[in-house]
C-alpha cells in the first residue's frame, strides 16, 4: 500500500488536553446541558408550588443552590476531573507520548511510542474533530485518534480529509 500521510509528534499536556477538552464538547456536553435544564425545570416547578401554596421559602432556597451545585458540577468539575484523571493515567503508563500515524489507501497505523501498532480502517472513523492545533480521528467506539496538524511528514491534514470522506461514503 502506498503511504499517502504521516504524522509524527509528542503528545504534550497541552495537546491532550485541547484534545480532551474537544472530544468532551463532542460527547459530554450535550448530555449534561439537557441534564441542567431538567434540573432547572424541576427546580423551577418546585419553586412555582412553593409559591402558590403558600411553603416556607427557605426550603425551595436550599433546593435552588443544590440544583445551581448538582449543575456546576456536571458543566465544569465533572469534565476538568475526567481530563485531569485522563492525563494522569497517560503520565503514569511511563510511555514516551510519541505518536506516529501512518495514512495509507485503505487504512490508518498508529504507533503509540510503546512498540504497539494500531491499525484502523478508514470505514471505522464515525467522525472528524478539528481543534486549533488537532486533528482529530474519532472511531465508531468512541476513541479519538490525535495528529497534530503542524506535524505532518508527508501530506497534510487535507489528505486525511480526503481519504476518509472517500472511504466513509
Known amino acids: 500500500m502506498e503511504l499517502k500521510a504521516e504524522n509524527s509528534f509528542t503528545v504534550t499536556k497541552e495537546l491532550f488536553l485541547e484534545g480532551m477538552k474537544r472530544l468532551i464538547s463532542r460527547d459530554y456536553a450535550p448530555i449534561a446541558k ?13 419553586l412555582g ?14 433546593e435552588l443552590a443544590a440544583a445551581s451545585f448538582a449543575s456546576y458540577w456536571l458543566l465544569v468539575m465533572a469534565p476538568k ?6 492525563w494522569a493515567a497517560q503520565e503514569s503508563s511511563g510511555a514516551v507520548l510519541t505518536r506516529t500515524t501512518r495514512f495509507y489507501e485503505d487504512r490508518m497505523e498508529i504507533e503509540k511510542g510503546t512498540g504497539d501498532t494500531l491499525i484502523v480502517n478508514y470505514e471505522d472513523v464515525a467522525d472528524i474533530l478539528e481543534s486549533q492545533h488537532l486533528l482529530i480521528l474519532v472511531n465508531k467506539k468512541g476513541v479519538g485518534v490525535m495528529t497534530a496538524k503542524d506535524a505532518f511528514t508527508k501530506g497534510d491534514s487535507q489528505v486525511v480529509k480526503e481519504l476518509i470522506r472517500e472511504w466513509c461514503r
Open 49 to 62: 408550588v412553593t409559591v402558590y401554596t403558600g411553603g416556607h421559602i427557605v426550603v425551595t432556597v436550599i
Open 81 to 86: 476531573r475526567r481530563i485531569k484523571r485522563a
Open 34 to 46: 439537557k441534564a441542567v435544564i431538567a434540573i432547572a425545570a424541576v427546580s423551577l416547578l418546585l
